[in-house]
């Protein structure tokens, strides 16, 4: 079982409203998954043969609004990490979050069970003299820092053309106003590159995180623009994997797209959007409460994917 991980910053499951974009704009990707549902609090618990949607905590049990820095260490490690701080914490992670990272990283536990493991993401120039100096200084995502020590390589804008990594706004729009010499893509085209790369590994990251900006901006136009996009290339992710092999998983670290009348995030609770064989998604909701259930899942699915034993009830703690 191959299973290709899309991370997006910032997206809750909100209601029925016009204020979520999820219901303004039309998502046909998405609706097809789930049946005609829209993507919604209201459609969770959603599964066919296409996909399931379940929900995720992202509060932690620690008081005030979640935010990126200890959502996505709570993902990335299996720990919770606002409850490790005593608080949220928004942005990158700290020094005690680094450590906890260094020792805990999603790639390195993955790698010391003998898989393979990729972050898909290219970067730009800049990147890679801090790179090359230790990453000195703060200002580093939890998804960089996880590639850092897991001892994974970093892509350049080089591996794009080459079909060996996707630029964190899908698409290289971003890439070509700064004058980069690089293709652009559709976001199907998007797609169809991150699952070639995913086919040479047995989990695949790749992160997106224009979602959150958008939410801070709360521009409604911005906001739709964003889920267009993304409805697009989840639904032909779907669309091109091999449910029999291949397993695609969504999912945040906490809401803030889905309400555009607020610039701060929300307490929503997040999704987890599977896609695959449905004997390897039924009964998840049993055992998946908040972020810190995902690696635990993760490495289960790695582990039982493609056997006939049913998963649910048997996830390790």
Known sequence: ????????????LGGQESNNPFVYMDTPGLSNLLEGKRFTKRAVGHASTKASLLSLDATLGVGGLPQSATGQASIFTGKNAAAFLGRHLRGFP??????????????????????????????RPPFFELLRRGLPGSRYSCST???????LPFYSLEDIKAGRALYMDIT????????????????????????????????CLFEYFLSDLAGHLADS??????????????????DQ???????????????????VTRRDHTLNRVPLLMVG???????????LS????????????????????RLAGEMST
């Open 1 to 12: 079982m191959r299973l290709t991980f899309i991370f997006i910053d910032g997206v809750g």
């Open 94 to 123: 700290n020094n005690s979050l680094r450590r906890l990272i260094a020792e805990k990283s999603l790639f390195k536990q993955l790698k010391q069970l003998g898989y393979r493991v990729v972050f898909a993401n290219a970067y």
């Open 145 to 151: 820092l996880i590639t850092y020590y897991g001892g």
């Open 172 to 203: 290289n729009e971003i890439l070509q106003r700064l004058q980069f010499d690089v293709p652009l893509l559709t976001p199907e085209q998007g797609a169809k590159q991150l699952v070639d790369i995913s086919r040479k590994f047995d989990f």
């Open 221 to 238: 136009n911005e906001a739709g623009a964003v889920v267009n996009k993304l409805d697009q290339f989840i639904g032909s992710l779907a």
């Open 241 to 259: 994997i091999d449910p029999e092999e291949e397993m695609l998983i969504v999912t945040s670290d906490h809401g803030n797209l889905e309400d």
């Open 277 to 287: 064989d449905i004997s390897l998604r039924f009964g998840w909701d049993k055992d």
């Open 290 to 309: 908040d972020l810190t259930d995902l690696l635990p899942m993760v490495k289960k699915l790695l582990e039982t994917g493609g056997s006939d034993k």
